[in-house]
Each structure stands twice: as structure tokens, then as C-alpha cells.
């Protein structure tokens, strides 16, 4: 599929009219040691990912607004943006991601990587994989670890990007970073019904003949999903 049908469109405005959803603001403050403007942000240039998070240790007095909340011995954990916090008396500390849990969405911002043959996606010092059993993303160990499968023998040392299908994209309403991970996933499930690629898989779950074609009918129905929800997408 090259193109973007009109049925495709129309879909795509019935999905927009009954998907919405209500935005929701950011809330807490982040503090720590010294205060919130000292040292409560960290800024991950690993990969050229280049974004601003909490730095572990700070701490919020209110979670944003509808976190994952995963269940672990000790505890609870929170997850909501790409950020992961833990109680902390009557607050809420930022901690590192628990490994082996998993996610609905990946966070709003995120760097596609390949290592061993196999997609990443990194951001804020925690690497993700998909797990089609689960139907979500796996926190996952840094995957220089022994237990991954090795590159090839001629595969360069450093993690390589895979072809990029990653948009970038603008909240054009004040979206907070967690209705950015769901309008994303959404119409990533979307685009991908509509065009039949999925970026999670090698070359994109389509004959390699097919793939070129394929994934530029899924980013223009992604590009065309987020602009009908509100987004500038170059």
C-alpha cells in the first residue's frame, strides 16, 4: 500500500472524532538536596537523544496525572512520561525503571536503536523492547549485556539507527508529555492498520520489496492521525 485512501481519511476522522480524548495538565514539583533549581534535571544526550528529565533523587508532591502503576515486591512503582518515581513519604521520589516490567506506551520522546539485529527504543537512561505476548514494551537491560543476541562479526561496534520513521512532532495545545504517549501509540496503532508496517518489526513485518512503499504509507497516515489530534508534524 503507497498511498493513503480516501476510506483510509474517512476512517481516520471517524477514529479522531471518537478517540479523543480530554487533555490532562502535568502537576507536581520537582525538588531535591538543593532545591528545584538545583540539580532536579537531567538532561540524556546518550544516543543524540538529547531531552530534559527529572534527575533521580528529586521529588514531586503530586504524580502527574494517570500513571502506570506496576506492582513490585517493596512497593509500587509509577510510571508516567518516561519518568519513574517511588513513594517517598508524603511525596514521590524519582527512581531508575524497574527491568522486566512492562508498559502500554512507550514515553512521549524516544531514540530507535538497533543492537544484535533486534529494535530498542532508549530514553531517559532505560531501554525498552516490544513484546508481542505482552502487548506492551519491556524495561530491559542495556543491551551490551551477555545474555543478548550478538551482532553479526562485521556489525560496527556502536549501536546503528535503524532507517528512521520517527516523526518529530509538536504539541499544538499544551499536551502534557503523558497525552503525547497515548495520541502517539494510538495513532501508531492506527497508521500501522492502515498501511500494514509496523516499525517494531524487521523491515517493518513486509516482504523487503515492500518495505520502502509500506513505510512511508504508515508515516504519512501517522503524520495525517497526530495533525487531526492536535500536533505539528515535520
Same mark, same amino acid.
Given at each position: 500500500?503507497?498511498?493513503?485512501?480516501?476510506?483510509?481519511?474517512?476512517?481516520?476522522?471517524?477514529?479522531?472524532?471518537?478517540?479523543?480524548?480530554?487533555?490532562?495538565?502535568?502537576?507536581?514539583?520537582?525538588?531535591?538536596?538543593?532545591?528545584?533549581?538545583?540539580?532536579?534535571?537531567?538532561?540524556?544526550?546518550?544516543?543524540?537523544?538529547?531531552?530534559?528529565?527529572?534527575?533521580? *533523587?528529586?521529588? +514531586?508532591?503530586? $504524580? #502527574?496525572?494517570?500513571?502506570?502503576?506496576?506492582?513490585?515486591? /517493596?512497593?509500587? !512503582? =509509577? @510510571? %508516567?512520561?518516561?519518568?519513574?518515581?517511588?513513594?517517598?513519604?508524603?511525596?514521590?521520589?524519582?527512581?531508575?525503571?524497574?527491568? *522486566?516490567?512492562? +508498559?502500554?506506551? $512507550? #514515553?512521549?520522546?524516544?531514540?530507535?536503536?538497533?543492537?544484535? /539485529?533486534?529494535? !530498542? =527504543? @532508549? %530514553?531517559?537512561?532505560?531501554?525498552?523492547?516490544?513484546?508481542?505476548?505482552?502487548?506492551?514494551?519491556?524495561?530491559?537491560?542495556?543491551?551490551?549485556?551477555?545474555?543478548?543476541?550478538?551482532?553479526?562479526?562485521?556489525?560496527?561496534?556502536?549501536?546503528?539507527?535503524?532507517?528512521?520513521?520517527?516523526?518529530?512532532?509538536?504539541?499544538?495545545?499544551?499536551?502534557?508529555?503523558?497525552?503525547?504517549?497515548?495520541?502517539?501509540?494510538?495513532?501508531?496503532?492506527?497508521?500501522?492498520?492502515?498501511?500494514?508496517?509496523?516499525?517494531?518489526?524487521?523491515?517493518?513485518?513486509?516482504?523487503?520489496?515492500?518495505?520502502?512503499?509500506?513505510?512511508?504509507?504508515?508515516?504519512?497516515?501517522?503524520?495525517?492521525?497526530?495533525?487531526?489530534?492536535?500536533?505539528?508534524?515535520?
Amino acid at each position: 500500500m503507497n498511498l493513503v485512501s480516501r476510506a483510509s481519511i474517512v476512517a481516520l476522522l471517524a477514529f479522531l472524532a471518537g478517540g479523543a480524548q480530554a487533555q490532562t495538565p502535568e502537576h507536581g514539583h520537582y525538588g531535591g538536596p538543593g532545591g528545584p533549581a538545583h540539580g532536579s534535571d537531567h538532561y540524556d544526550a546518550r544516543y543524540s537523544h538529547n531531552y530534559y528529565y527529572p534527575a533521580h *533523587g528529586a521529588y +514531586v508532591t503530586t $504524580l #502527574p496525572h494517570a500513571p502506570v502503576i506496576i506492582a513490585r515486591p /517493596g512497593g509500587n !512503582y =509509577y @510510571y %508516567a512520561g518516561g519518568v519513574w518515581y517511588r513513594p517517598y513519604g508524603a511525596s514521590f521520589i524519582v527512581v531508575g525503571a524497574p527491568v *522486566g516490567v512492562f +508498559v502500554p506506551v $512507550l #514515553p512521549a520522546y524516544y531514540t530507535t536503536l538497533w543492537f544484535g /539485529g533486534v529494535p !530498542y =527504543y @532508549y %530514553a531517559n537512561d532505560t531501554y525498552y523492547t516490544w513484546s508481542t505476548d505482552q502487548n506492551g514494551y519491556q524495561v530491559v537491560d542495556p543491551p551490551n549485556q551477555p545474555n543478548y543476541v550478538a551482532a553479526p562479526p562485521d556489525a560496527p561496534p556502536q549501536a546503528a539507527p535503524m532507517p528512521s520513521d520517527d516523526l518529530y512532532v509538536y504539541p499544538q495545545a499544551g499536551q502534557s508529555a503523558d497525552q503525547q504517549a497515548s495520541d502517539k501509540y494510538a495513532c501508531h496503532k492506527w497508521a500501522q492498520s492502515q498501511s500494514g508496517f509496523d516499525p517494531t518489526q524487521a523491515s517493518g513485518g513486509v516482504p523487503p520489496d515492500q518495505s520502502s512503499g509500506a513505510r512511508d504509507s504508515y508515516k504519512r497516515a501517522m503524520s495525517a492521525c497526530l495533525e487531526g489530534k492536535g500536533y505539528s508534524v515535520r
